[in-house]
Nanobody
Framework: QVQLVESGGGLVQAGGSLRLSCVAS????????MRWYRQVPGKEREFVAY??????????NYAVSLKGRFTISRDDAKNAAYLQMSSLKPEDTAVYYC???????????????WGQGTPVTVSA
């Protein structure tokens, strides 16, 4: 069984920074794209950032409104993705989720796996 676990969320003052981590574990053959989303209670889940596999050059894509403040990265040796968030604003308060396209050992098709989320609260 494959799972993703996010960590690094917490309470931070406006203008501060946080670094979120997302680590995959289990019978992993390889991981293609990895993404971060966020969700505020009562609202739809919102795309934050995407990074392709290292084998394809780790191309990155961001929500337009967040580009410049958030940076996605990955460490394929650790099956991990990270989200560095800076100049945080109260409107960044949300639960942040990671997902990844994971190929498990012995399976030819990838599966999209979601983590359980890590809460981020930005105080004014």
């Amino acid at each position: 069984q494959v799972q993703l676990v996010e960590s690094g969320g917490g309470l931070v003052q406006a203008g501060g920074s946080l670094r979120l981590s997302c680590v995959a574990s289990g019978s992993i053959f390889k991981i293609d794209g990895m993404r971060w989303y966020r969700q505020v209670p009562g609202k739809e889940r919102e795309f934050v950032a995407y990074i392709s596999s290292g084998a394809t050059g780790s191309a990155k894509n961001y929500a337009v409104s967040l580009k410049g403040r958030f940076t996605i990265s990955r460490d394929d040796a650790k099956n991990a993705a990270y989200l560095q968030m800076s100049s945080l604003k109260p409107e960044d308060t949300a639960v942040y989720y990671c997902n990844a396209d994971i190929f498990t050992v012995g399976v030819s098709e990838h599966r999209v796996v979601w983590g359980q989320g890590t809460p981020v609260t930005v105080s004014a």
